[in-house]
């Protein structure tokens, strides 16, 4: 099992803040490092749940993303198959 862990931001469009994104992913098959970071850098805007599931169907893996938004942590896993 393979695990990779990336930090990444994006703007919430409901009130244009910054918020950062932490990523895990865990997959018995190997991810490129340069594969994670295009996918990361192509997200600029969105909800943290939309985000999950475009870099769950791009990437793959189990995954996990945490982030803080107006004092809220939010916590989303995408599992694969």
């Not at 895990?24 to 999950?52: D, F, N, Y």
């Not at 990437?59 to 996990?64: H, K, M, W």
């Given at each position: 099992?393979?695990?990779?862990?990336?930090?990444?931001?994006?703007?919430?469009?409901?009130?244009?803040?910054?918020?950062?994104?932490?990523?895990?992913?865990?997959?018995?098959?190997?991810i490129?490092?340069?594969?994670?970071?295009?996918?990361?850098?192509?997200?600029?805007?969105?909800?943290?749940?939309?985000?999950?599931?475009?870099?769950?169907?791009?990437?793959?893996?189990?995954?996990?993303?945490?982030?803080?938004?107006?004092?809220?942590?939010?916590?989303?896993?995408?599992?694969?198959?």
């Amino acid at each position: 099992m393979n695990t990779y862990r990336h930090t990444f931001s994006a703007v919430c469009p409901a009130d244009g803040e910054m918020i950062i994104y932490r990523l895990e992913i865990r997959s018995p098959a190997m991810i490129h490092v340069e594969h994670i970071r295009a996918a990361t850098a192509l997200i600029k805007k969105g909800w943290h749940e939309q985000i999950a599931d475009r870099l769950a169907e791009s990437l793959g893996g189990d995954q996990t993303i945490i982030a803080t938004h107006q004092g809220v942590e939010i916590e989303t896993v995408r599992l694969s198959g």
